[in-house]
């Protein structure tokens, strides 16, 4: 029987060992330990590396770090960290700053107590916390625990007489440092961790294995996602590239030079450009920085980027995977996929792709681009995603296969095509959202979805459903606004409002035109008859500019401007002038809300509904149903 060969040896190594090898140039032990790229990110919160930090000193069993051995280089036994990067982060960011783990479950309520009691203060609640404050912030703004950068007794009394807001005479200040002195020498040996021990496993075996190790190691703990298990499995040799586009290589570059921030050498990256740029990449590292590109060109399609976020994004997987004729259950197979792909040039096929996403933003744009600001100032400035994922992937989906051949070049149909989607696109972006048809789970990406021409009849039962629905609701506070009730608005207004601010510097906002103010008070007095109102429904919607808005309060606009006459601030023609203006946006006569002086619910009822009305007669006029 063949023996079987042991690639795996276990071993301890203090912690002050593990930072000598990561931090060190040229360490102590003459060991170093590098990052391989296809680690995951940074991910523990803050909680959990205190609850490792905590583990350590109680030596509680902690996980084991695994180290590939790389062999010696100039004296130096270099090891790979195939698993451990979220606890040896951690020791790393401890070893710089201890303080920053201290916190308020570090002080015992019976030592808080005995210093209250000294300085004759009454033991409660509010003083307990208010000591703890004190004592906590104080060390928090410390670099360490050792008295010689600032960790003592006398300080920290001197700390606690001037936040407390005491007098005390120096014999007392002295005997409140006798107080503090067991309590700091206690802090400061606890935080000692360099001669804590933890379990370490070296292998020694064949590095094409290390993918596979890392994968099934990390199937417990903080859960890897399955484009963090293709960081790994796609490093093959047979899959690296190289990038032309160095906007690209910029992104990825940056994931790995925050791992060097954090004090890490990444394997086989120095941080030189001149080198970094005209090395290979794995196909992981290509789709990772175009997630990355994608969010920085497009961030209304695909969300804001993140530039301190180094987790790779779903969506330029899913993208790639659909565009080039893979189900996403098959996704592993999308490296072989890409290398085909980019044979005929990787820059013709990122303008394939690019200029397929820019058909489809080109299409939206006038609706999702349209600034129709709500009140609040954090939602005026970002953008709305108003899809999901796979609602983005089909539509660019269906562009690219529409327009390109498996050799990416353009079909000859392509300009019959062209404008069937540019026609369809838009119309049919709106039908899935009201309709929520990609939040219900993934749909077969079927491109010839694309050629159907929603006409004026099925619209009518689509939006028919749709209020039916919203007049159900039964609201007695103000809402936030549906995503799905702003985008209509946008299609009935982009149209209206761009002309209009061609011309103008006016600010809008969407707004309630019966006030949330009048129909809570209409639930109040009917609260026997009357849990809620449809309140915040898309027929009680409308633009109006913001100033007027922010004047007119909880009044009608109406009534906003019948005040306005009353005070002799306009004349009657002057408000006409103004108000026909507003009705330009808001589709309402005067007549139409005197029912607002009492609201009843069928009165409200029949208002909304004859307004909805008049919005599908706008929706279908701008966007050409007939």
Known sequence: ?????????????????????????????????????????????????????????????????????????????????????????????????????????????????????????????????????????????????????????????????????????????????????????????????????????????????????????????????????????????????????????????????????????????????????????????????????????????????????????????????????????????????????????????EDALLNSIAFVYSTLKPFIGLRANVKKRTDSNRNIIYHSEYQVVSLVSAVFKRKYNDNIEEKTDWNINEAKLRKNIPLLYLHDIIKQVWRRGVKDFDNRRYDEELTKEKWDIIFNEWMESQLKRSESERVRLRQEDILFLKYIYAHKLTSYQENSTDEFEIEHIVPVAKLKDAIKQHVTTLEGLPISCVANLCLIQKEINRDKGDETIYQYFDNLIQKKELTQTQANVELAKIENFTFTKKNELKFVKSITKDKYTSFLTSRFAKLKQQFYEHNKIV
């Open 1 to 349: 029987m063949k023996k079987r060969k042991n690639y795996t040896k276990p071993d301890t190594w203090k912690i002050s060992r593990i930072i000598d090898a990561i931090n060190e140039e040229v360490p102590a032990k003459k060991e170093k330990i590098i990052i391989p790229k296809y680690q995951r990110s940074l991910v523990w919160n803050k909680n959990q590396k205190k609850s490792f930090i905590e583990s350590l000193k109680s030596d509680f069993p902690v996980g084991s770090l695994l180290l590939y051995h790389l062999g010696p280089q100039e004296n130096v036994n270099r090891y790979s960290l195939t698993d451990g990067l979220q606890r040896t982060n951690t020791i790393i960011e401890y070893d710089n700053a201890p303080t920053q783990f201290f916190d308020e479950a570090n002080l015992e309520d019976s030592f808080i107590n005995k210093i209250l009691s000294f300085v004759s203060l009454e033991i409660n609640i509010t003083n307990q916390s208010k000591l703890k404050k004190i004592i906590t912030d104080w060390i928090s703004e410390l670099k360490g625990f050792s008295e010689s950068i600032g960790f003592s007794s006398s300080k920290l009394a001197y700390e606690i007489e001037s936040k407390l807001a005491i007098d005390l005479a120096k014999n007392d200040l002295r005997n409140l440092e006798d107080i503090l002195v067991p309590f700091n020498e206690r802090i400061e040996s606890d935080s000692n961790i360099k001669d804590v021990e933890i379990p370490v496993v070296i292998y020694t075996g064949p590095p094409e294995n290390l993918p596979t190790i890392f994968e099934r190691i990390n199937s417990k703990g903080t859960q890897l996602n399955k484009y963090e298990v293709y960081a790994a499995t796609w490093s093959h040799e047979k899959y690296k590239i190289e990038i032309e586009n160095r906007e690209l290589i910029d992104l990825i570059k940056a994931k790995y030079d925050a791992l060097i921030e954090q004090g890490f050498e990444v394997l086989n990256y120095n941080g030189v450009e001149e080198e970094f740029y005209t090395s290979q990449f794995s196909i992981f590292e290509y789709i990772f920085g175009l997630g990355k590109l994608l969010s920085k060109k497009y961030p209304q399609i695909f969300g804001e980027y993140d530039s301190e976020s180094a987790e790779p994004d779903s969506i330029a997987f899913n993208l790639l995977t659909v565009c080039l004729g893979l189900e996403l259950k098959d996704m592993d197979k999308l490296p072989d996929k890409m290398l085909m792909a980019l044979k005929n040039g990787q820059t013709i096929f």
